[in-house]
């Protein structure tokens, strides 16, 4: 199977299940049923900077996929590809937002989910003036708890943000490794789709800090290309969902690096496959141009910005 | 920055038009002009069916008179009329690099030519088995050039370039007995193979005209690049600007045409002469402008980022500007007709070479040992004349693109290494490219390469297939005067970028490259042979696997059947816009276009409309991408 054949399987999969669950919430809440994110004033903030379409409740989100569909076209070409990624994306937050209705909690500790529009305005800042020089997305299970906290580690010493999805949230619990927004380690969700909450980071970035026109798509990628140093790490195995997540990923322009090397052909500054998970750090860094001069400083801690939230409890 | 537009055919056509209305105020003939007179062809000569190799003859094939007097059908006829074609091609590049290789035997420390690329003759020099450890570099250079020349003549054996192809490619041309011997040897067996009462079997003809092709492709075109190269330096990235707006209203306008980059060099290197540039200003000009027309002019784009004037049918319109001190010619491609035109003006024609040599010009002769004094006289004389221009017929058209050149394989490979990632790849290396291609993110590759042709409006046919094939994610590598055309129109400007479909797109951005590759000249297709060659190696395919595919939508001279006939030689499907002279044959025909892919898995393509070229070439691309699982 072709890279361009497994993103469309995957986004054709991610679909069908947004459908389901949009049919669903219809049918369990009726089609007025408001839908939105807690603490944010971007509504559905993926959808609202792509379309420049506010939606608020199921039946507007029943359009809004009518919407996403017309988006996944199927040439063989990057430019499907990179629509398909966007609206695998889109149908995640659709997913995610339906969890939301009622004002129901879905996430709870460690997770995060959805991210404030306070919690950008904070992290937006040193973002776009490069205090902070990047923002790993990590994604799935490292090969070992200590290599994929190692990792995250190696981020968080440079500074970088770091958000976690799926199997890494286990695997920083397993070892008792501190997360959390303060000390720059989100783990955001469980499931997949959770990786929406980031990519709402970065978007939501470009409306508050760069001025961008919801609705300008072209504009927003570009922007999220030069101004959002973001970059992915997914551990293997990645499925087809994966797959077209990450096509979304590079069509914001942040390159995915992967230890998968099963069907998996590499891309040049796009899909780097690096089988060796130590050198992810470094490849990863390389591959999204982020230069960081470390001075090493021989203490027996960890010491970065990233540690200046740290909360020191009894015991 | 301005806001980027591509320049339009239209346009250019609008230049054209104000230039020639010059040309009637003087009384010049023009192409535009002689075109109508020759018009309508003759059909005999369209289909190839007719033959004039002995004085039998001449004899054409008609329903009729299906026999020639001495029984040859028309297959034999239009094969043996094709056979001819590739052999003038083929002889005109290998004489080209014949005299490169001369050029590079009389290299010295303390000559007019110098090895500029000691490397690249180190590397060829190991390629070929000749000793380099401790040798005075000049030595090296003789014994390369000995063995260079050697090649055209040697009497055993097959060319030393051919072991640079994919072994799967080696075997195809050993099994199919197209492996090329000597190159003299090759043109002189298609000549005799075409007299009369030789070869009249469409099938061996046709054989005969592949081996010949190769004999050029990965002989004398190669040795011209990779002579050239060594001796003028291997090109890497450079800026430079394209159309007749390059030259220049206050200062001397020397025009460089032809092909051996040995004079062109020459020349600019005079050039730039402090002496003759204080000359200038003595004779009331700014300085001096050297620019070329082209195959001369790609050579010097590449390595000097020298500009552009303009291609084939752009020649006569150089002189017409009124601003032409004077066009230096060598060899091939040279319109005969710029001796009576350059009399209109105050220009000088300067024919340069005894293999050109034409009436109402100054012959001028130049040879590698007295190549300083020649280039210099030729300048002074450029400068002194400048005196004479005639102002009131002065007009260059304002019109000219920004154009980043110099992609020879060595900075392709080069600008790849920027997009690796040092913790997982090798660099020196095509796997960028090759996992580009591979992925998807671009469909694929296409040569454009050949001439202008009047049965096509000119330049229409380049340009609009590289809008087309670009828009679909295909990188064009470009040569020639394609390649000019690229370059005038605005397509090897970076900004092109915008044009392109978002693979890429996103590749130029990365790779910081226009979506054309400028190539270099017609030998320099050779180059294009080496790039797909190590495409495959690394690809771990054949090169008729890849999604690679060749294009001459304006083809015109005997080196473009030579050229066709390798590409489809090394395995590469080859789409022509102009038709050869073979219709008159159903089975040289089939051969070409169909027969041939069963001998060296791939064959020729030829389309008229250009538009269904481009689809053909699109269509190609996919099959082949299917075909691989890609």
């Known amino acids: 199977m072709t890279l361009f054949e497994r993103v469309f399987g995957g986004n054709d999969a991610v679909y069908g299940l947004t459908e389901g669950a949009i049919d669903a919430a219809i049918a369990q809440h009726g089609e007025e049923k408001a839908v939105s994110f807690p603490n944010t004033a971007y509504a559905l903030p993926c959808y609202y900077a792509v379309t420049g379409t506010k939606v608020t409740n199921l039946k507007e989100l029943k359009e809004a996929l009518g919407v996403v569909k017309t988006l996944m076209t199927r040439e063989n070409k990057l430019n499907d590809v990179f629509m398909s990624g966007v609206a695998t994306a889109l149908c995640a937050e659709f997913i995610e937002a339906i969890k939301y209705i009622d004002g129901a909690q879905p996430y709870e500790e460690p997770c995060y989910g959805h991210l404030s529009d306070a919690v950008i305005r904070e992290l937006g800042v040193p973002l776009v003036t490069g205090d902070i020089p990047g923002v790993a997305v990590i994604l799935g299970s490292a090969p070992t708890a200590q290599e994929g906290v190692d990792l995250v580690k190696s981020y968080q010493a440079q500074g970088i943000l770091v958000t976690l999805v799926g199997g890494i949230i286990d695997q920083c619990q397993e070892l008792g490794y501190k997360t959390g927004a303060n000390v720059r380690v989100i783990p955001l969700g469980k499931d997949v789709t959770s990786v929406i909450h980031v990519v709402s980071v970065a978007v939501r970035a470009g409306l508050i800090f760069g001025n961008l026109t919801p609705g300008d798509a072209g504009a927003l990628m570009a922007y999220t290309k030069d101004r959002v140093p973001a970059f992915v790490n997914a551990f293997a195995p990645i499925d087809d969902v994966i797959v077209a997540c990450g096509a979304g990923a590079i069509a914001l322009g942040f390159p995915v690096i992967t230890n998968d090397d099963n069907d998996v052909p590499p891309i040049p500054k796009s899909l780097i496959i690096q089988k060796d998970v130590s050198k992810f750090n470094a490849t990863s860094l390389e591959a999204r141009d982020i230069k960081i001069k470390i001075t090493n400083i021989d203490i027996p801690v960890a010491f970065a910005s990233a540690f200046e939230g740290e909360i020191i409890r009894r015991g | ?630």
């Open chain 2, 1 to 630: 920055m301005s806001e980027f537009k591509l320049t339009t055919v239209e346009e250019f056509e609008q230049a054209t038009s104000r230039l020639l209305e010059t040309g009637a105020k003087v009384g010049a003939d023009a192409w535009q002009l002689r075109v109508k007179k020759q018009s309508p062809h003759c059909k005999f000569g369209e289909e190839g069916a007719c033959c004039r190799i002995c004085t039998m003859g001449p004899c054409r094939i008609t329903p009729k008179a299906p026999r020639g007097i001495c029984g040859c059908d028309v297959h034999g006829i239009v094969g043996r009329n094709f056979l001819r074609f590739t052999a003038g091609g083929a002889a005109t590049h290998s004489d080209h690099g014949r005299e490169i290789c001369h050029t590079l035997y009389a290299s010295a420390a303390d000559g007019n030519y110098k090895v500029k690329d000691p490397e690249k003759l180190i590397r060829i020099a190991k390629e070929w088995g000749i000793e380099t450890e401790g040798r005075d570099i000049y030595d090296l250079a003789h014994e390369v050039a000995e063995t260079g020349l050697m090649e055209y003549g040697k009497p055993f054996g097959t060319q030393r370039f051919l072991k640079r192809a994919p072994q799967h490619t080696q075997e195809i041309w050993e099994r199919e007995e197209v492996a090329p011997h000597a190159i003299d040897r090759e043109v002189s067996r298609a000549m005799h193979m075409t007299h009369m009462g030789c070869s009249s079997k469409a099938e061996a003809l046709i054989r005969q005209s592949l081996r010949s092709g190769l004999s050029d492709g990965w002989g004398g075109s190669m040795m011209g690049t990779e002579f050239s190269d060594v001796l003028f330096g291997t090109p890497k990235p450079v800026d430079t600007e394209a159309n007749l707006g390059v030259m220049k209203e206050d200062e001397v306008n020397i025009i460089v045409h032809g092909h051996d980059p040995s004079l062109s060099e020459m020349i600019c290197e005079y050039a730039d002469d402090p002496e003759m540039i204080a000359y200038a200003k003595e004779m009331g000009a700014k300085g001096i402008n050297v620019a070329g027309v082209c195959c001369t002019s790609n050579e010097v784009a590449m390595r000097r980022g020298i500009p552009m004037a303009g291609n084939f049918l752009q020649q006569e319109n150089v002189v017409l500007t009124g601003a032409c001190e004077a066009i230096v010619v060598d060899v091939q491609c040279i319109f005969p007709a710029l001796g009576p035109l350059s009399k209109c003006f105050h220009t000088k024609f300067v024919t340069t070479s005894p293999i050109a040599q034409m009436p109402d010009s100054e012959f001028i002769r130049f040879d590698a040992k007295t190549a300083g004094e020649n280039a210099k006289a030729i300048v002074k004389m450029a400068v002194e004349n400048f005196r004479n221009r005639k102002p009131e017929l002065v007009h260059i058209p304002n019109m000219k693109q920004n154009a980043t050149v110099g992609y020879s394989v060595e900075a392709i490979i080069k600008t790849l290494d920027g997009v690796t990632n040092s913790q997982v790849d090798e660099t020196g290396t095509l796997m960028p490219l090759w996992q580009c291609v591979a992925s998807g993110v671009i469909r694929g590759a296409v040569a454009m390469v050949g001439c202008n042709n009047p049965k096509v409006r000119p330049d229409t046919a380049h340009i609009e297939l590289m809008k087309k094939l670009i828009a679909n994610d295909v990188i064009i590598v470009a040569s020639g005067c394609s390649a000019q055309a690229a370059a005038r129109a605005g397509l090897m400007d970076k900004r092109a970028r915008e044009l392109c479909g978002a693979g890429l797109k996103r590749v130029c951005e990365l790779a910081d490259i226009p979506p054309v590759l400028h190539m270099g000249s017609c030998v320099d297709i050779s180059r294009m042979m080496i790039l797909v060659s190590e495409l495959a190696k690394i690809g771990n395919v054949n090169i008729s696997q890849l999604p690679v595919v060749g294009c001459a939508p304006e083809w015109m001279s005997e080196k473009a059947v030579s050229i066709g006939n390798y590409v489809v030689a090394t395995g590469i499907d080859t789409f022509l816009g102009v038709e050869p002279y073979v219709s008159g044959s159903s089975e040289v025909t089939e051969l070409l276009t169909n027969g041939v892919r069963d001998w060296v898995e791939a064959a020729y393509t030829v389309e008229k409309d250009i538009d269904k070229l481009g689809d053909a070439m699109l269509a190609r691309i996919e099959e082949k991408r299917a075909a691989l699982g890609v």
